[in-house]
């Protein structure tokens, strides 16, 4: 079900050359920052690099996403925005049940992986300023600490506003459906019994 199935065209910010130009504005800026104007030209390189790299993963991780769940990967990025905003739920019973896989994707995903990428993000974010205040760089470790502790505290408050909007857009569709649509083994079963959207619909692999 692509985006223009549902009559809406994908936002500009979802396409890849804006995931890439983001992370490269992102890097850059920060590296600038931190190491002043003298060493732009490599900043630069190393930005373009790493903004590649990004956004192959965050493509790559939308096709995925996409095929496990049963839509186009354009649709992704939105049904994660209305599920982040508890927004409004799709009109398409189909879609709806993409949503309800997406958000077990996404609840499977954290469960797996938070007993390691948290202490991770800290060890990185707490142990380069380490490097700094060891290399004399002091200004810049405690640049690094100001930051680490501002991105954790917001990586962890938006994690669990995340999986509280999760929980409760699950919740809504589960309990109110489409035309007395209810969610059954991953799919939605309409009126009639029939399964719309269900699993009995995805590619191979992707259950």
Do not use: C
């Not at 804006?18 to 390189?45: E, K, Q, Y």
């Not at 929980?167 to 719309?196: D, F, P, S, Y």
């Amino acid at each position: 079900m692509g985006s223009q199935e549902h009559g809406q065209v994908q936002r500009w910010q979802d396409r890849w050359w804006a995931v890439g130009l983001l992370v490269l504005v992102v890097w850059v800026g920060i590296r600038l920052a931190f190491d002043g104007w003298s060493g732009w030209p490599g900043i630069l390189v190393g930005g373009l690099v790493y903004a590649g790299f990004m956004t192959w993963f965050v493509m790559r991780r939308r096709r995925r996403d996409a095929r496990a769940v049963g839509t186009d990967a354009a649709r992704v990025p939105e049904l994660e925005r209305r599920i982040a905003r508890n927004g409004e739920l799709p009109e398409d019973p189909a879609e709806q049940a993409a949503m309800i896989r997406l958000i077990r994707r996404r609840e499977e995903k954290l469960r797996r992986n938070r007993w390691w990428a948290f202490p991770l993000l800290a060890l990185i974010f707490f142990g380069t300023p380490v490097f700094w205040f060891a290399a004399g760089n002091v200004g810049a470790g405690l640049w690094g600490l100001a930051f680490g502790a501002a991105f954790l505290g917001w990586m962890v408050w938006f994690n669990r506003r995340f999986v509280r909007r999760m929980a409760a857009m699950r919740r809504r569709i589960e309990g109110v459906g489409t035309g007395g649509a209810r969610i059954e083994g991953g799919g939605v079963v309409g009126g009639g019994g029939r399964l719309v959207g269900g699993a009995e619909g995805l590619a191979p692999g992707a259950r």
